[in-house]
């Protein structure tokens, strides 16, 4: 039995360690594979996401690592790619020329609040709750529908292999009264968007990075039979910032998700995504 992991930063964007104290801790919390997807340069600068200019060095590091390592743990290279709506994609000119094992597609900012000033979905709440009230009145209903929207439009679009974080709105909109998961209209948005991934053949992260803080997993637990029932693939991926949350809530999370009755998470294997058996303890293939 052993554990993966293919959503992790580390010093080259806002990981807290170096690259090889990951690797370290992997080996020691039996991650057979892992990888490194730092957040890609944006078309403005930001504290968070890595610099074009560093690429070259966090690939040098990777395959340094790679081969160093090479006995005791399979680690592939991959960025974390944000979308923004009239702004940034995958298809920004940087990307053409990169090689990836494969690159994660996510939100994390919305809409242009002043001139390459967006409105980050997954800030400080104080900002959350500004931003929603200069873009949409306070309504976050509205934004949710935003949110969704936005995430469709990067489905459509595609290019990547795995969509990061689905509902990470739900982050800070648990937090307004007129947000409920549990209502019609909520269901109806994330269906939509679970029946596009279907359709175009992506692979879905389980994120567990706010297992310990929060308790929910993004998406949220209450969505996995859904997921189940429309058959689409999953990763579970801990999207980790500090080596010692290599595999932060891995055990709960393979638990509920094998009460929901899947018996297969998707692995990089080959070049390629395939099924691999699972149970609460972990991957078996």
């Known amino acids: 039995?052993?554990?993966?992991?293919?959503?992790?930063?580390?010093?080259?964007?806002?990981?807290?360690?170096?690259m090889e104290e990951f690797v370290k801790f992997a080996i020691a919390k039996g991650i057979r594979r892992y990888g490194f997807s730092?957040?890609?340069p944006l078309p403005f600068l930001t504290k968070w996401t890595m610099l074009e200019d560093d690429f070259a060095d966090y690939q040098s590091e990777f395959y340094r690592l790679k081969d160093k390592y090479s006995?005791?743990?399979?680690?592939?290279?991959?960025?974390?790619?944000?979308?923004?709506?009239?702004?940034?994609?995958?298809?920004?000119?940087?990307?053409?020329?990169?090689?990836?094992?494969?690159?994660?597609?996510?939100?994390?900012?919305?809409?242009?609040?002043s001139e390459n000033n967006y409105w980050t979905i997954d800030g400080d709440f104080s900002e959350f709750d500004k931003g929603l009230n200069?873009?949409?009145?306070?309504?976050?209903?509205?934004?949710?529908?935003?949110?969704?929207d936005v995430?469709?439009?990067?489905?459509?679009?595609?290019?990547?292999?795995?969509v990061g974080h689905l509902d990470k709105i739900t982050l800070h909109g648990v937090n307004y009264r007129d947000f409920d998961t549990s209502s019609g209209w909520y269901k109806n948005l994330i269906g939509d968007v679970l029946q596009l991934i279907k359709n175009k053949g992506l692979v879905?992260?389980?994120?567990?990075?706010?297992?310990?803080?929060?308790g929910v997993t993004f998406?949220?637990?209450?969505?996995?039979?859904?997921?189940?029932?429309?058959?689409?693939?999953?990763?579970?991926?801990?999207?980790?910032?500090?080596?010692?949350?290599?595999?932060?809530?891995?055990?709960?999370?393979?638990?509920?998700?094998?009460?929901?009755?899947?018996?297969?998470?998707?692995?990089?294997?080959s070049g390629s995504w395939q099924a691999v058996e699972f149970n609460s303890e972990g991957l078996m293939g």
């Open 1 to 18: 039995m052993y554990w993966s992991n293919y959503h992790s930063h580390c010093t080259f964007c806002d990981g807290r360690s170096p």
């Open 38 to 40: 730092s957040h890609a």
């Open 71 to 113: 006995e005791c743990i399979e680690l592939y290279i991959a960025l974390e790619v944000d979308y923004i709506d009239n702004c940034s994609s995958i298809n920004n000119e940087f990307f053409r020329d990169k090689f990836l094992d494969y690159s994660i597609g996510s939100i994390h900012y919305l809409d242009e609040l």
């Open 134 to 148: 200069k873009l949409f009145g306070g309504d976050i209903k509205l934004a949710t529908k935003r949110f969704y």
């Open 151 to 162: 995430t469709s439009k990067m489905i459509q679009q595609g290019g990547f292999d795995i």
């Open 204 to 214: 879905l992260e389980i994120n567990t990075k706010s297992i310990a803080q929060k």
């Open 219 to 269: 998406p949220q637990q209450e969505f996995y039979q859904l997921v189940n029932e429309l058959n689409i693939p999953i990763v579970v991926n801990s999207d980790c910032h500090y080596p010692t949350n290599v595999i932060d809530g891995f055990e709960l999370t393979y638990r509920k998700l094998e009460q929901a009755e899947f018996k297969a998470m998707h692995q990089y294997i």
